[in-house]
């Protein structure tokens, strides 16, 4: 019989990561105009890089969380600084910026896997389950759907009420209109890129912490997070929380329906695959008119 109170509740776990790895994605995505998925990486850059805090240093989780997110968030402002952004002012078109980001993926995850190697890693120091009712819980889930909440506190708290906050969402609205108004439209994008990788280090280390840490770590959630992209609406911040929560509920219902059909698991990542391509198909602008752009 199936549990769906435990069905739901794992819904919850696998929304807050996609929405934690999944804002910095939405927000690069609407400033910059391009699909960067290379983004898969600064989640793998973050898992690593926690993993070597937490573990091999022993300093805990929280503190790996920070030096993650910030490491992270430096690479993904170096490679919007030194190849993107030159690219687009060099006239380059999105399917120019799409490929360099690629190609920029393929060299970043070899040089993880050539500095840390192709075996799996695991986190140790992540806490025993324990059953609460129905639910079978883990602290790390706990800590995962906490960050997602504080997460979505805080940024509509910096979207809402904070100068650059204000800067960002004008930008993505509309960057020209921004530039005649007096923002530095680059700096806006800096700062957006900063923040998008150290989300995804973030979103890294919860995963890999979750499953297990390799060089595809961030590769194995790329697609999902680009369904709630485009589902939550390109560079809408509050689509893209609805849209990680609805693609966590169709994703654990649908593995209720494949382990009833006697099929794998892993057949899950097709679903969100399938929710993309209906979203491009009958509504291409996602939730984007349900909520405010930001």
């Not at 889930?141 to 100068?163: C, D, E, G, P, R």
């Not at 595809?216 to 929380?241: E, Q």
Request: charged residues 10%.
């Amino acid at each position: 019989m199936t549990n769906w109170a435990q069905v739901f509740f794992n819904s919850t776990i696998t929304g807050s990561l996609y929405l934690i790895g999944a804002v910095g994605l939405t927000l690069t995505y609407g400033l910059s105009n391009f699909p960067n998925f290379a983004h898969a990486e600064f989640v793998t850059l973050g898992a690593f890089v926690g993993y070597v805090v937490a573990e091999q240093l022993g300093l805990g989780l929280p503190l790996a969380l920070v030096v993650a997110f910030v490491v992270s968030g430096l690479v993904g402002f170096l490679c919007y600084r030194g190849i993107f952004q030159p690219l687009a002012k060099g006239g380059a078109s999105i399917i120019h910026l799409m490929v360099a980001s690629i190609a920029l993926s393929f060299i970043l995850r070899h040089s993880i896997g050539a500095g840390w190697s192709w075996k799996p890693r695991y986190f140790s120091s992540i806490g025993a389950a324990f059953d609460v009712g129905p639910l079978r819980i883990t602290p790390l889930w706990l800590w995962l759907i906490f960050a997602a909440l504080a997460l979505s506190l805080a940024m509509h708290f910096f979207l809402m009420n904070t100068k650059m906050g204000k800067a960002i969402r004008a930008s993505s609205s509309n960057p020209e209109l921004a530039l005649a108004s007096g923002i530095n439209v680059d700096r806006v994008i800096w700062i957006t890129w900063f923040i998008g990788a150290g989300l995804a280090a973030v979103a890294g280390i919860f995963r890999g912490a979750d499953t297990q840490i390799w060089p595809m770590t961030g590769w194995d959630i790329i697609l999902p997070m680009f369904a709630v992209a485009i589902l939550g609406g390109i560079g809408n911040f509050y689509g893209a929380i609805a849209a990680a929560f609805i693609i966590g509920l169709a994703e654990n219902i649908g593995v209720v329906g494949l382990i009833a059909m006697g099929a794998s698991t892993t057949y899950r990542i097709g679903i969100a695959f399938l929710i993309l391509i209906i979203t491009l198909i009958v509504k291409p602008q996602g939730l984007a008119m349900l909520f405010r752009r930001a």
